[in-house]
């Protein structure tokens, strides 16, 4: 799962990285969604699946204190990017990945992603560059006539 993790930031991370601190679950929680996926993919008997699904559940129980916060938030002095390294960057990150996946389909969460990283290879991105990629690719899938721009 380490492997995975750290070879999924040559994608999330190093081709595309965040413009600033306070989209870092861009790296880290793609990165940790992409531990169980890569061990899934490779070894299914595994069923990491049901891992994924317990750091969902811790993640969701963090999430409802009242000193959670969103995926992305303002990070402006050296302590607020330190604390961003938390369970909602990578835990509640991974969970929400995993979510949209199922909830766009494989298809269009794949066909995002790649548009994603296709569009901000070689540079930097911020959270609503993500969603408008889902966006756009779910659009074109569902009403493939019209012409959409990337």
């Given amino acids: 799962m380490v492997i995975g993790h750290e070879l999924a930031h040559q994608w999330f991370g190093n081709l595309v990285t965040m413009d600033w601190w306070n989209d870092l679950w861009l790296n880290e929680g793609f990165a940790r ?9 490779t070894y299914p008997i595994l069923k990491v699946e049901e891992y994924l ?11 409802s204190l009242t000193s959670s916060r969103p995926i992305s938030s ?5 302590t607020q990017i330190e604390e961003m390294f938390d369970t909602v960057s990578y835990d509640k990150g991974a969970c929400v990945l995993h979510m949209l996946r199922h909830f766009l389909t494989e298809e269009v969460f794949q066909g995002g992603i790649v548009r994603y990283l296709r569009k901000y ?12 990629n889902l966006s756009n690719v779910r ?7 019209i012409m ?3």
Avoid: K, R
């Fill in 139 to 145: 659009l074109t899938i569902l009403f493939p006539f």
């Fill in 121 to 132: 290879s070689y540079g930097n991105a911020h959270n609503q560059d993500l969603w408008d």
């Fill in 33 to 41: 969604y992409m531990e169980y996926i890569s061990v899934e993919a």
């Fill in 53 to 63: 699904l317990h750091t969902c559940f811790a993640a969701i129980g963090l999430d």
């Fill in 148 to 150: 959409y721009s990337s």
């Fill in 74 to 78: 303002p990070a402006e002095s050296p």
